[in-house]
């Protein structure tokens, strides 16, 4: 059973940082896309970065450009999105995603795996 588990989401201060981790089981990731995703309430999903499989390429929303780091550790299977600069606007649930090619984009059909989500909330 493949599973995908967020961490490191929390409440900040506007200007602060987090660190999100997605740690992948069940399933190798290292030959796919890996990416994240958020919603926010009364809001549509929205897609943040993606990461290639083996790293090379990453891409992001145009709102997340500059701020957000999207990385990954093979080795480990985990995923990492460093956040800097958050804003109110920021505030969403953050969804950690598996993908089934090697790279991915800002279409959720990319991915097949979608983890639970973690709670983001900058305060202004």
């Known amino acids: 059973q493949v599973q995908l588990v967020e961490s490191g989401g929390g409440l900040v201060q506007a200007g602060g940082s987090l660190r999100l981790s997605c740690a992948a089981s069940?399933?190798?990731?290292?030959?796919?896309?890996m990416g994240w995703f958020r919603q926010a309430p009364g809001k549509e999903r929205e897609f943040v970065a993606t990461i290639s499989w083996n790293g090379g390429l990453t891409y992001y929303a145009e709102a997340m450009k500059g701020r957000f780091t999207i990385s990954r550790d093979n080795a480990k299977n985990t995923m990492y999105l460093q956040m800097n600069s958050l804003k109110p606007e920021d505030t969403a649930v953050y969804y950690c995603?598996?993908?089934?090619?090697?790279?991915?984009?800002?279409?959720?059909?990319?991915?097949?795996?979608w983890g639970q989500g973690t709670q983001v909330t900058v305060s202004s």
């Open positions: 069940g399933r190798t990731f290292s030959s796919y896309a």
């Open positions: 995603v598996g993908g089934v090619v090697r790279v991915g984009g800002s279409d959720p059909g990319f991915y097949r795996y």
